[in-house]
């Protein structure tokens, strides 16, 4: 079992940066590959970034491609989302989850456990 809390979303305006954390419970938190998701008002929930179970392979969105980064420090059981040159397009509920899946996934199925989501709204 895996308890994800994401932190770090607020209000910012275009062109500025976030950084998004979720900090997982539980002792097995490097035997899952972890993935961002984020779901804007009326749209579907969308994959954004995922990482394998020791960061060394990554996925981005095309629309996040060279502004966001996904990182991982397993010793303090944390992932995070680095969110550069943010858009107002990226106003969004943000979600971390984790998949037992190998590598990385960007499908939403492939994933067992959920955070509660953090905002990001960015003004133009």
């Not at 804007?40 to 095309?62: C, K, L, N």
Request: hydrophobic share 35%; proline share 2%; with cysteine.
């Amino acid at each position: 079992q895996v308890q994800l809390v994401e932190s770090g979303g607020g209000v910012v305006q275009a062109g500025g940066s976030l950084r998004l954390s979720c900090a997982a419970s539980g002792r097995t938190f490097s035997s899952y590959a972890m993935g961002w998701f984020r779901q804007a008002p009326g749209m579907e929930r969308e994959v954004v970034a995922a990482i394998s179970w020791r960061g060394g392979s990554t996925y981005y969105a095309d629309s996040v491609k060279g502004r966001f980064t996904i990182s991982r420090v397993n010793a303090k059981n944390t992932v995070y989302l680095q969110m550069n040159s943010l858009k107002p397009e990226d106003t969004a509920v943000y979600y971390c989850a984790a998949t037992v899946v190998a590598g990385t996934s960007r499908y939403q199925d492939e994933y067992n456990y959920w955070g509660q989501g953090t905002q990001v709204t960015v003004s133009s």
